[in-house]
Nanobody, 127 residues
Framework: EVQLVESGGDLVQSGGSLRLSCAAS????????MGWFRQAPGKEREGVAR???????SYADPVKGRFTISQDNAKTTVYLQMNSLRPEDSAVYYC?????????????????????WGRGTQVTVSS
């Protein structure tokens, strides 16, 4: 099973930027999907962004144009660059990983398709 460790969460003022990282280890598949999710107090967990091994990406509407998901050349770490942060972006951010032979599986499925989850990193955006 893959292990995921998030980092980079912090307190930032509205309009600021943060870069989250998710280090992955214990690869078992050649093709996979990495996703970022977030959950605010009293709210349900929601998807933020996803990236497939092929490099294809997808984003939830609230973060389009502001967040960018990427991976390093070795594909051992995924990043979430967050710009123009808003108070409503405040949440615990989780990275997740699942097998995905195709990009359609990666971008079209729900969180139940991700079998491994990190412990989360707190992002707080002040007004």
């Amino acid at each position: 099973e893959v292990q995921l460790v998030e980092s980079g969460g912090d307190l930032v003022q509205s309009g600021g930027s943060l870069r989250l990282s998710c280090a992955a280890s214990g690869y078992t598949y050649s093709y996979y999907c990495m996703g970022w999710f977030r959950q605010a107090p009293g709210k349900e967990r929601e998807g933020v962004a996803r990236i497939h091994t092929s490099g294809s990406t997808s984003y939830a509407d609230p973060v389009k144009g502001r967040f960018t998901i990427s991976q390093d050349n070795a594909k051992t770490t995924v990043y979430l660059q967050m710009n123009s942060l808003r108070p409503e972006d405040s949440a615990v951010y989780y990275c997740a990983r699942g097998q995905a032979l195709t990009s359609d599986w990666c971008h079209g499925g729900g969180p139940e398709r991700f079998g491994t989850w990190g412990r989360g990193t707190q992002v707080t955006v002040s007004s």
